[in-house]
């Protein structure tokens, strides 16, 4: 059971003074591919030694209304192989967020940008593997990703625009 002052998820809208942000609730509502390139010019070919792997990750958020988040995960991933391409690997998986509560605009953006990436990255690394696999060669184990570590770095590299974009 819950109290009259609490959300569905169990957060209340409101914090107690000087006890920091307002307990804020996301809600993944849901989860989709929005583009997906994979480019194998080396096929049938395996190369001969472990291919050098160079990935990006790009996570983003927009604000669709009062309420919505559409938050994407923009990863690209090259392999070479004796200087030759093995694959190029481009995905954008996004998510349709709720976010409930009325939280302050640079709490919002850690949310969006630290929570949400974290439930989709687990799906977008299952996309990688099985994409490369698919493609004739081992499947690629993208390492987890610490979405607070990131985005500090982006934030201490002046990086982070300020808010989310809007629709």
Known sequence: M???GNSTNGS?????AGEGPPDVGIQAISQ???????ENPA???????????????DPAARKLDEQHYEVE????????SEERPVFLLELIYAGLFM???SPPEDFLQQVLLIDAPQLLFPFARRIVSDTVRDGGMPPLLLTPINF??????????????GGTQSA
């Open 2 to 4: 819950s109290d009259g």
């Open 12 to 16: 209340t809208n409101e914090a107690p």
């Open 32 to 38: 989709y591919i929005k583009d997906l390139s994979f």
């Open 43 to 57: 096929a049938p070919m395996t190369p001969n030694a472990p291919p050098q792997i160079e990935f990006t990750l």
């Open 73 to 80: 995960l923009k990863l690209r991933i090259s392999a070479k």
């Open 99 to 101: 976010v409930h509560g």
């Open 148 to 161: 607070a570590a990131l985005y500090r770095a982006r934030a201490a590299e002046g990086q982070l625009q």
